[in-house]
T-cell receptor
Framework: DTAVSQTPKYLVTQMGNDKSIKCEQN?????MYWYKQDSKKFLKIMFS???????INETVPNRFSPKSPDKAHLNLHINSLELGDSAVYFC?????????FGPGTRLTVL | AQSVTQPDIHITVSEGASLELRCNYS??????LFWYVQSPGQGLQLLLK??????LVQGIKGFEAEFKRSQSSFNLRKPSVHWSDAAEYFC??????????FGTGTSLTVIP
């Protein structure tokens, strides 16, 4: 069984659209994260959720909103997509000292 | 402010040769340090971590890293590289408040 899964793996869309990326973990962790990896492989944390409560919110545009329907899921909603949003988005779960990453979602905005 | 620097963007080594990937950090308190590996098209996998105690830590896949406070470094080493080690390697520092700061990564190529 995959510990942390993300869907879709690839997402190609037009500017201005709204899209969502889903993430699920079956590890029983309380905290889940979203990271953005840009074209230069720079990895930056965007959000984390602990028991349905947002505990980190870096300087991310409010077009990005995490939604956690339950402890096992943390979905990422993006409104009014822009060219600069093109990146690979990774979901992760775990404790602060050990995180398990999903395979990533490559988002391309045209 | 916390930061992580990986000076080498890309390294090429021959299979069987030794490897050292450099990582320098900037953090005001005792750092929690990590090395992750990312294979092509995959997510990140934790190789090893340092919190306290012995400054030489062992990880998976034959990797080790040494914490040197005086040099603010946490370099990753492997005595003999295998072709399957070709990947992107990320150093990271964990800060209070459940935050993480990653370096920009070092891409490793292994030649036969």
């Amino acid at each position: 069984d995959t510990a942390v899964s993300q869907t879709p793996k690839y997402l190609v869309t037009q500017m201005g659209n709204d899209k969502s990326i889903k993430c699920e973990q079956n590890l029983g962790h309380d905290t889940m994260y979203w990271y953005k990896q840009d074209s230069k492989k720079f990895l930056k944390i965007m959000f984390s959720y602990n028991n349905k409560e947002l505990i980190i919110n870096e300087t991310v545009p409010n077009r990005f909103s995490p939604k956690s329907p339950d402890k096992a899921h943390l979905n990422l909603h993006i409104n009014s997509l822009e060219l600069g949003d093109s990146a690979v988005y990774f979901c992760a779960s775990g404790t602060w000292d050990t995180q398990y990453f999903g395979p990533g979602t490559r988002l391309t905005v045209l | 402010a916390q930061s992580v620097t990986q000076p080498d963007i890309h390294i090429t080594v021959s299979e069987g040769a030794s490897l050292e990937l450099r990582c320098n950090y900037s953090y005001g308190a005792t750092p929690y340090l990590f090395w992750y590996v990312q294979s092509p098209g995959q997510g990140l996998q934790l190789l090893l971590k340092y919190f306290s105690g012995d400054t030489l830590v062992q990880g998976i896949k034959g990797f080790e890293a040494e914490f040197k406070r005086s040099q603010s470094s946490f370099n990753l080493r492997k005595p003999s590289v295998h072709w399957s080690d070709a990947a992107e390697y990320f150093c990271a520092v964990g800060a209070s408040g459940n935050q993480f700061y990653f370096g920009t990564g070092t891409s490793l190529t292994v030649i036969p």
